[in-house]
């Protein structure tokens, strides 16, 4: 099973940016898809956007679409999120998630393995 572990959240205030990272262990890293989803107080968990086992396939939430870009290196193994432009609405716990699978999904139950999340908040 492949164990996550994000970084690079915070505080920035609105229209500012920020790089999450998700640092992976295991060999089968190359092999998963990758996502992002998010919580936010009081709300369900959202998924925010994905990538495929070779990087060159992604997908994003309507709500971050043009302001956000994941990216993966199968060397480091290690998938980022780079937000720009954000917004006091994209305040919430970000979390890595693995798909045992080439290909993603926007269902949270597909994936299977998570990280412990990094907070990210946006000032008005």
């Known amino acids: 099973q492949v164990q996550l572990v994000e970084s690079g959240g915070g505080l920035v205030q609105a229209g500012g940016s920020l790089r999450l990272s998700c640092a992976a262990s295991g060999r089968t890293f190359s092999s998963c898809a990758m996502a992002w989803f998010r919580r936010a107080p009081g709300k369900d968990r959202e998924f925010v956007t994905a990538?495929?086992?070779?990087?060159?396939?992604?997908d994003y939430a309507d709500s971050v679409k043009g302001r956000f870009t994941i990216s993966r290196d199968n060397v480091k193994n290690t998938v980022y999120l780079q937000m720009n432009s954000l917004k006091p609405e994209d305040t919430a716990v970000y979390y890595c998630?693995?798909?045992?699978?080439?290909?993603?999904?926007?269902?949270?139950?597909?994936?299977?393995?998570w990280g412990q999340g990094t907070q990210v908040t946006v000032s008005s």
């Open positions: 998630a693995a798909r045992r699978a080439f290909y993603s999904s926007r269902n949270p139950y597909e994936y299977d393995s």
């Open positions: 990538v495929n086992w070779s990087g060159d396939d992604t």
